[in-house]
């Protein structure tokens, strides 16, 4: 597609849930990234992949987050047994991965809600 | 570990005037990359402008600017003639040229004064 598509665009769960969020990364992108941003904060960091492989998990918050993504193209990042604390916006990004100046290329993001 | 740090959680600038964002980051790296992105209230992110650290000439982009210090480890914004498209927050962020992992600042909510 043109650019980076997330989905849903909006997710309302009860506590206790497992949801799935998903990012469709621009055709050809290498690189792809997971951000979580509370309202009104920065960009936290929660994991990247470098095709299929995340090189750096670093970033999510517990066991109950995992990501995965699959033939180098779609990631869906997991968050189990939900909590209230889980409540932001998840951003995907992806890039062209090369060593360079390539910038991201963020998606809408999902704004999950936990009730 | 590297960091990026803006000082700045929120700046006002009046339409049509000049206003500058300020950023710094640690590193012990010699080659890197940094970049401003803006992200207004649709929530996209969208790239404002790149710098590459072995190029000492400053980077523009229109009303765009950047002043690149390496030696103060400072990457500093201007938007000039303020438009009030320009409200938005605005990230700065650095990324290693020999890995893909790129850490954002958090954040500096301009707002655009009629």
């Known amino acids: 597609g043109a650019g980076v598509s997330q989905s849903p665009s909006n997710k309302v769960t009860e506590k206790g849930k497992d949801v799935e969020l998903r990012c469709d990364p621009i055709?050809?992108?290498?690189?792809l990234y997971w951000y979580r941003q509370s309202l009104g904060q920065g960009l936290e960091f929660l994991i990247y992949f470098q095709g299929n492989s995340a090189p750096d998990k670093s970033g999510l918050p517990s066991d109950r987050f995992s990501a995965e993504r699959t033939g180098g193209s779609v990631s869906t990042l997991t968050i189990q047994r939900t909590q209230q604390e889980d409540s932001a916006v998840y951003l995907c990004a992806s890039s062209k991965g090369e060593v360079g100046n390539q910038p991201q290329h963020f998606g809408d993001g999902t704004r999950l809600s936990i009730l | 570990a590297q960091t990026v740090t803006q000082s700045q959680p929120e700046m006002s600038v009046q339409e049509a005037e000049t206003v500058t964002l300020s950023c710094t980051y640690d590193t012990s790296e010699s080659d890197y990359y940094l970049f401003w992105y803006k992200q207004p209230p649709s929530r996209q992110m969208i790239l404002v402008i790149r710098q590459e650290a072995y190029k000492q000439q400053n980077a523009t982009e229109n009303r765009f600017s950047v002043n690149f210090q390496k030696a103060a480890k400072s990457f500093s914004l201007k938007i000039s003639d303020s438009q009030l498209g320009d409200a938005a927050m605005y990230f700065c962020a650095y990324r290693e040229t020999s890995y893909d992992k790129v850490i954002f600042g958090p954040g500096t909510s301009l707002s655009v004064i009629p």
């Open positions: 055709s050809g992108h290498t690189a």
